[in-house]
């Protein structure tokens, strides 16, 4: 498969950006019934997708006002609302968009996860807490979901999700990160997420 192709395709669902009550999310312009229905793959029996302890990170400064560590090497691209770094099954994708208050954990729930759940592929939410981070207080969503179906051999890998919520001075950035279901990248999660700093 096309180390990009599952990627570009979630990227595109988050291009289109609005605000809902106290917080903008991505939504799917072709979001469908089929993908709240689909039913969750089973979580491989020994995932690929750790990232490496030797892994290099480095900083990314984008020009919509942010900055964070990323992985050296990984894919990058970039697009409207924000960038990615995507290694196979591996991903980060950072998006910004305008918002009128900073996000709750009692409004996420509200009108962020139920448009949420219709808009990915068997999402199931484990948590939603507020984090205190070094840029501030954020919003911490972790989840798992069905990737994208392989191209060629129509296979799905189950994925672990966390994504996180930053908001300042009426601009909220989404940091997405995930990897497949069982992966070992929880210090490496909490690098990234911790190295995000406004600018």
């Known amino acids: 498969m096309n180390r990009h192709s599952r990627h570009d395709i979630r990227l595109i669902r988050r291009r289109s950006i609005c605000a809902a009550a106290v917080i903008a999310m991505s ?20 995932p690929p997708g750790d990232i490496p302890d030797s892994q290099v990170f480095i900083d990314y400064v ?21 960038v ?6 591996d991903g980060v994708v950072a998006t910004v968009a305008q918002a009128d208050a900073a996000p709750t954990v009692d409004g ?32 911490r969503i972790v989840y798992t979901s069905n990737s994208e179906p392989n191209q060629v051999t129509n296979k799905q890998v189950r994925l672990e999700n966390e994504r996180y919520l930053y908001f300042k001075d009426g601009k909220l950035v989404t940091l997405e990160l995930y990897a497949p279901k069982g992966a070992d990248n929880v210090d490496q999660w909490q690098l990234m997420s911790k190295s995000f700093k406004w600018k």
């Open 62 to 82: 984008s020009p919509k006002g942010f900055a964070l560590k990323v992985p050296e090497g990984w894919a990058r691209t970039d697009f409207a609302s924000g």
């Open 108 to 139: 996420v729930k509200a009108t962020y996860i139920p448009d949420f759940e219709k808009m990915e592929r068997a999402v199931k939410i484990g948590s939603v807490k507020q984090v205190k981070l070094p840029a501030g207080a954020a919003i």
């Open 27 to 46: 939504l799917a312009f072709w979001s469908t019934p089929r993908l709240a229905a689909e039913q969750a793959v089973p979580a491989e029996k020994n």
């Open 84 to 89: 990615s770094f995507v290694d196979k099954l």
